[in-house]
T-cell receptor, first 113, second 113 residues
Framework: DQQVKQNSPSLSVQEGRISILNCDYT??????FLWYKKYPAEGPTFLIS?????DKNEDGRFTVFLNKSAKHLSLHIVPSQPGDSAVYFC????????????FGQGTRLTINP | GAGVSQTPSNKVTEKGKYVELRCDPI?????LYWYRQSLGQGPEFLIY????????DSGLPNDRFFAVRPEGSVSTLKIQRTERGDSAVYLC???????????FGPGTRLTVL
């Protein structure tokens, strides 16, 4: 049972444009969400997070939107840069202090020059 | 400062053998986590340590898997009687406390022939 789903295995975006990565979840107990970025042969790197008490969190070029009623979140990257090419994982937990992260399958983002 | 390190980076073994995977967390981090990432999937939680004790081992798939952290720093994941289905990248993460962001190591790629 996949509790966190990223339905797009890959996404290709032109440099300078907006990248939108999507994530859906099924467990209504999830109340803290994170995005991790992963380059080949490296471990995932934390990017941005959002608590369920908010619907938006912004950090520089990265913004995460949360729609609790739809159990959906998205990561917006604008403007997209070649260094953003990586695999992006959505993750969720029951509470910010929860140690058990549940990850989606990942979306491979490619930024084309 | 130094990040999370994992050794070996690659391990090839034969079905039925015993393997040990090592994780050196970031100095001072009290919380340590093990995840497993199969091909095309996101990381899957295995076990979480707070200090020397395993606070949550609900993700360990069966009793062939065991992990220790005897001095509250380095951790070893032990797999007995390996099976081909154990082939995956084993990721370790640490955080200053259990409520903080998890920092991942580069992983150990285990291949069981």
């Amino acid at each position: 049972d996949q509790q966190v789903k990223q339905n797009s295995p890959s996404l290709s975006v032109q440099e300078g444009r907006i990248s939108i990565l999507n994530c859906d979840y099924t467990n209504s107990m999830f109340d803290y969400f994170l995005w991790y970025k992963k380059y080949p042969a490296e471990g995932p790197t934390f990017l941005i997070s959002i608590s369920s008490i908010k619907d938006k969190n912004e950090d520089g070029r990265f913004t995460v939107f949360l729609n609790k009623s739809a159990k959906h979140l998205s990561l917006h990257i604008v403007p997209s840069q070649p260094g953003d090419s990586a695999v992006y994982f959505c993750a969720a937990s029951e509470g910010q202090g929860a140690q058990k992260l549940v990850f989606g399958q990942g979306t491979r983002l490619t930024i084309n020059p | 400062g130094a990040g999370v390190s994992q050794t070996p980076s690659n391990k090839v073994t034969e079905k039925g053998k015993y393997v040990e995977l090592r994780c050196d967390p970031i100095s001072g981090h009290t919380a340590l986590y093990w995840y497993r990432q199969s091909l095309g999937q996101g990381p899957e939680f295995l076990i979480y340590f707070q200090g020397t004790g395993a606070a949550d081992d609900s993700g360990l798939p069966n009793d062939r898997f065991f992990a220790v952290r005897p001095e509250g720093s380095v951790s070893t994941l032990k797999i007995q009687r390996t099976e081909r289905g154990d082939s995956a990248v084993y990721l370790c993460a640490s955080s200053p406390t259990a409520a903080d962001t998890q920092y991942f190591g580069p992983g150990t790629r285990l291949t069981v022939l």
